[in-house]
């Protein structure tokens, strides 16, 4: 089955660690992208990426980091720096060519106290 | 101003009525445009993606008003089953990168 995984489906970590999400793909997309949901938000675009080693910041990248050394990974850390780390994270794909529609992966809940 | 807007509803919609809703946008220069549905505490799932001229699958049809920028989604003879939030999303420009997303608008179908 072709697909986006993401691990673990929830995460619970204390405040001042760093915490990386895992997010796979099997579809041959070129491009992945990392969003964050809020209660009552829009996702919001954290990190993307559209080639292996390439990646760009989204809307809210400040206390984020992620890497792209294989073209089916793009995992994403959550740093100490991020103020408010507690969300729903949500990982996507898509082809390299229009209209460019997006899969997501069943996301990470992500807890810091 | 949000670039994408959608009334949070919720839409309480008798099963087997016709519900219908809209998402305005404010980059006139957007390039395409889509319907996600997500429930509750999981991930959005592509619906239908939005042409230029309509497009319709079945019970469902969805809209673009370039003038008014805005889309549309309609849903007819709902089903207990299409109770769900709908998300409307924009591509800014004709690249991979440039998504931005509704909040959402929710819809409660009753038997």
């Known amino acids: 089955d072709g697909g986006i995984t993401q691990s673990p489906k929830y995460l619970f970590r204390k405040e001042g660690q760093n915490v990386t999400l895992s997010c796979e793909q099997n579809l041959n997309h070129d491009a992945m992208y990392w969003y964050r949901q809020d209660p009552g938000q829009g996702l919001r675009l954290i990190y993307y990426?559209?080639?292996?080693?390439?990646?760009q910041k989204g809307d809210i990248a400040e206390g984020y980091s992620v890497s792209r050394e294989k073209k089916e990974s793009f995992p994403l850390t959550v740093t100490s720096a991020q103020k408010n780390p507690t969300a729903f994270y949500l990982c996507?794909?898509?082809?390299?060519?229009?209209?460019?529609?997006?899969?997501f992966g069943p996301g990470t809940r992500l807890t810091v106290t | 101003r949000k670039e994408v807007e959608q009334d949070p509803g919720p839409f309480n919609v008798p099963e087997g009525a016709t519900v219908a809703f809209n998402c305005t946008y404010s980059?006139?220069?957007?390039?395409?445009f889509f319907w996600y549905r997500q429930d509750c505490r999981k991930e959005p799932k592509l619906l239908m993606s939005v042409y230029s001229s309509g497009n319709e699958d079945g019970r469902f049809t969805a809209q673009l008003n370039r003038a008014s920028q805005y889309i549309s989604l309609l849903i007819r003879d709902s089903k207990l089953s299409d109770s769900a939030t709908y998300l409307c999303v924009v591509n800014t420009a004709d690249s991979w990168g440039k998504f931005q997303f509704g909040a959402g608008t929710q819809v409660v179908v009753t038997p």
């Open positions: 980059n006139s220069a957007s390039q395409s």
């Open positions: 996507a794909s898509s082809t390299g060519q229009g209209p460019y529609e997006q899969y």
């Open positions: 990426s559209q080639i292996v080693n390439d990646f």
